[in-house]
């Protein structure tokens, strides 16, 4: 038995048409051609990427993950750290994959197959086995137990109804609520040695991707997840409603509003990020056209101007261009004050000038971020 898909209030109904009303608007948003877009979807799953490990502990800037992205090597992230992190880009790489797979189907190999993308590092914590022995969730802090995992012998047969489950159960369940309750039971069962928080938001986010309206960057709720507070609010909603057991007889309606209020709080901030990209390219190519400048630049600008660190090697990938012609760019936008030069040869980036913030500023104005439950 599983944890069961509560019956949803009519404050939940209220907000599943927001974000439905929502998404489609941001499928039609990226489904226009913009130079913007690439930049942007690299850096949702660049927060992604960061927000999901850092639950766990791990702890990467967003220019290391936006690199992890990019297949580029880290500027700060330790070695045992990186292997985390790019285990875990593979793993999302693979749920991108799979959004536009023709031939999926659920089975329990594709789930061991993405943990063992995350943890083929560390072959003691079996990677894409399930755990042999019983499991205990401690409290970082206090060292006192939160939660026992169900039985061993178990764990086969509560997956196994999990995977059939995803494949053929309450097919007409809200999209966004039968994620986020494959998620709770993927959590609960607890079916590996390490990983199993990362892999019920990875699962999260597949559920989300086979669904095919939205690009599963654009669907994650992980970034919002490892933000401060929300951490805390998360573990709270799973001890609350999981129970420091298996106890599949709980009442999960607190978990499916954290859910949404979590979805619908990402979705209004991916809408932001929409909007102050339009608006900065703008801006950035208004001033490129000014300057004398090739339009090819502005990429270069808009990754400075929204906080990261411009490498050669990425601003040349992105535009497809030889050494030297990104070398000289980056060199032009130094001497038009965009861009200030740090570090040398190999470890040589770019970051944004007082000039170039200054300019960005009006585009970046964040708005406030409310929780559709509170109003």
Known sequence: MLYRTPALADDDKRVLGELDTMR??????????????GQLRRTLIAHAIQGSNSIEGYQVSLD???????GDEPVETNPQTWEVITGYRDALTYVQQL????EFAWQHMLLNALHFMMLRHELGKWPGRFRPGDIHVDEAHTGRCVYTGP??????????ELIDWLADGEPDTPLLVRASMAHLNLVKIHPWRDGNGRMSRCLHTLVLARDGVLAPEFSSIEEWLGVGRNTYAYYDALGEVGGPTWQPENDTSKWIRFCLSA??????????????AAHLWELLDTWVRRHGLPERVVSALYLAATGGRVRRTLYQRDESLTDDQATRDLRALVRAGALEQHGETRGRFYLTSPTLRDLAAPALRPKEIVDPYRR
Not at 24 to 37: C, G, K, M, V
Not at 99 to 102: M, N
Not at 263 to 276: C, E, I, K, P
């Open 24 to 37: 489609d608007n941001l499928r039609y948003q990226i489904a226009e051609p913009h130079r913007w877009t």
């Open 64 to 70: 290391d993950a936006a690199a992890a992205v990019a």
């Open 99 to 102: 959004a536009r797979s023709r």
């Open 151 to 160: 039985d061993a012998d178990d764990v086969p047969s509560l997956i196994s």
């Open 263 to 276: 979805h619908h709080q990402q979705a209004q901030l991916v809408r932001q990020r929409l909007d102050q």
